[in-house]
């Protein structure tokens, strides 16, 4: 357990829709980052906030947004779903906010596009 | 920006051979490199990490080397066994705020016995 806790599981919705991830990062981690993961695409970096900043971006769509609230968690807002958005959605955290630290992964939010 | 690429693709192994994996990074001011092992349906995990200060460092089976000239750095797993399969994954950093962890494709290790 990585600490890292990151819901739902698994979603399933159709094109059109807006869904939010959530993810509570470790005790005493103030930095959350979001990666999406797809077969043919491998982990890719969107988004970073660190003590309830964005910190830095990364290939995140426009019809992706994100936040991280004052206990620190995080929520990954997805709208406009198509189905290339279909992938694994990963949260990690670390303590600080340099990327030179480790980071710690959930277990993901797998979603679906019908 | 940074890239980072990561060979092979797949790598297949005895139980008990060594496995090497090796990545190459772009950007000469990435100084933190990271490996992370990720099982069939689970998350990414830490297993090992290096800084741009070292050469190698070691963790019982698993050691990784860095060659700053070259910008490349490399996983090493010795005496594998069948629980080593997984898919791999190297990255590269700055280690400052506002950049990012950029990871290679990935290698998929397989172990048989």
């Known amino acids: 357990d990585s600490g890292v806790t990151q819901t739902p599981k698994h979603l399933i919705t159709a094109t059109g829709q807006r869904v939010t991830l959530r993810c509570s990062p470790r005790?005493?981690?103030?930095?959350v980052y979001w990666y999406q993961q797809s077969l043919d695409q491998g982990l890719q970096f969107l988004i970073q906030?660190?003590?309830?900043?964005?910190?830095a971006k990364g290939n995140i769509l426009e019809r992706f947004s994100a936040q991280q609230f004052p206990d620190l968690h995080s929520e990954l807002n997805l709208s406009s779903l198509e189905l290339g958005d279909s992938a694994l959605y990963f949260c990690?955290?670390?303590?600080?906010?340099?990327?030179?630290?480790?980071?710690?992964f959930g277990d993901g939010t797998r979603l679906s596009i019908l | 920006g940074e890239n980072v690429e990561q060979h092979p693709s797949t790598l297949s192994v005895q139980e008990g051979d060594s496995a090497v994996i090796k990545c190459t990074y772009s950007?000469?001011?990435?100084?933190?490199f990271p490996w992370y092992k990720q099982e069939l349906g689970k998350r990414p995990q830490l297993i090992i990490d290096?800084?741009?200060?070292?050469g190698e460092k070691k963790d019982q089976r698993i050691a990784v080397t860095l060659n700053k000239t070259a910008k490349h750095f490399s996983l090493h797993i010795t005496e594998t066994q069948p629980e080593d399969s997984a898919v791999y994954f190297c990255?590269?950093?700055?280690?400052?705020?506002?950049?990012?962890?950029?990871f290679g494709k990935g290698t998929t290790l397989s172990v048989s016995s």
């Open positions: 990690a955290s670390s303590e600080g906010q340099g990327y030179d630290q480790p980071q710690h």
């Open positions: 005790s005493g981690d103030l930095s």
């Open positions: 906030y660190y003590n309830g900043e964005e910190r």
């Open positions: 950007d000469s001011a990435s100084n933190y």
């Open positions: 290096i800084r741009s200060n070292v």
């Open positions: 990255a590269a950093s700055k280690g400052q705020a506002g950049t990012a962890l950029i």
